[in-house]
T-cell receptor
Framework: QQQVKQSPQSLIVQKGGISIINCAYE??????FPWYQQFPGKGPALLIA???DVSEKKEGRFTISFNKSAKQFSLHIMDSQPGDSATYFC?????????????WGAGTKLIIKP | SAVISQKPSRDICQRGTSLTIQCQVD?????MFWYRQQPGQSLTLIAT?????????ESGFVIDKFPISRPNLTFSTLTVSNMSPEDSSIYLC???????????FGQGTRLTVV
């Protein structure tokens, strides 16, 4: 019930291509879905987040698509660049919960080939 | 945004010893989180630390092994006690800032136990 399933585990994309990472959740009470980007030797950093009242959110080359009925959300990276090579984590939480706890996906290691 | 400073950034320790990791936030926060992350893996929550109360530990983590202090609203420490090679991992502190749902992370402490 608390799981967030993320796929693929790893992804190789050519420079300029579209990178797509998918996540699925079970708990319909989740109402906050962030994506974090982590570079080697660094802590995760918030990339973009969405709430279930919208189906899509775009920030620059990064877009979250959200499908509430399917309980799925995905990250799309347009015009992928070598600097986007990192590990990406999806997460979910109950924003109204007092503990602000995030449930994390397993992560996707993205490599952008020049 | 918030800046979270974590130290040490890395350490190599002898088995049986203890290491204390410090986490400093540049603003006051209600909660701080401590995570463990094996290389190439997702984040596993160790405990949640509230100022003025005992930390809340997740299943599989106990206070005797991972004592936590939270003396004020900007600082916390995690001690890894009586270390064994299985404790080798990256330890991350995190805090929700602002509206409470955006979590910021320190850069992590890479611990190697020999």
């Amino acid at each position: 019930q608390q799981q967030v399933k993320q796929s693929p585990q790893s992804l190789i994309v050519q420079k300029g291509g579209i990178s797509i990472i998918n996540c699925a959740y079970e708990n319909t009470a989740f109402d906050y879905f962030p994506w974090y980007q982590q570079f080697p030797g660094k802590g995760p950093a918030l990339l973009i987040a969405i709430r279930p009242d919208v189906s899509e959110k775009k920030e620059g080359r990064f877009t979250i698509s959200f499908n509430k009925s399917a309980k799925q959300f995905s990250l799309h990276i347009m015009d992928s660049q070598p600097g986007d090579s990192a590990t990406y984590f999806c997460a979910a939480s109950l924003s109204r919960a007092s503990n602000y706890q995030l449930i994390w996906g397993a992560g996707t290691k993205l490599i952008i080939k020049p | 945004s918030a800046v979270i400073s974590q130290k040490p950034s890395r350490d190599i320790c002898q088995r049986g010893t203890s290491l204390t990791i410090q986490c400093q936030v540049d603003s006051q926060v209600t909660m701080m989180f401590w995570y463990r992350q094996q290389p190439g893996q997702s984040l596993t929550l160790i405990a949640t630390a509230n100022q003025g109360s005992e930390a809340t530990y997740e299943s599989g983590f106990v206070i005797d092994k991972f004592p936590i202090s939270r003396p004020n609203l900007t600082f916390s420490t995690l001690t890894v006690s009586n270390m064994s090679p299985e404790d080798s991992s990256i330890y991350l502190c995190s805090a929700p800032v602002g509206r409470g749902t955006e979590a910021f992370f320190g850069q992590g402490t890479r611990l190697t136990v020999v």
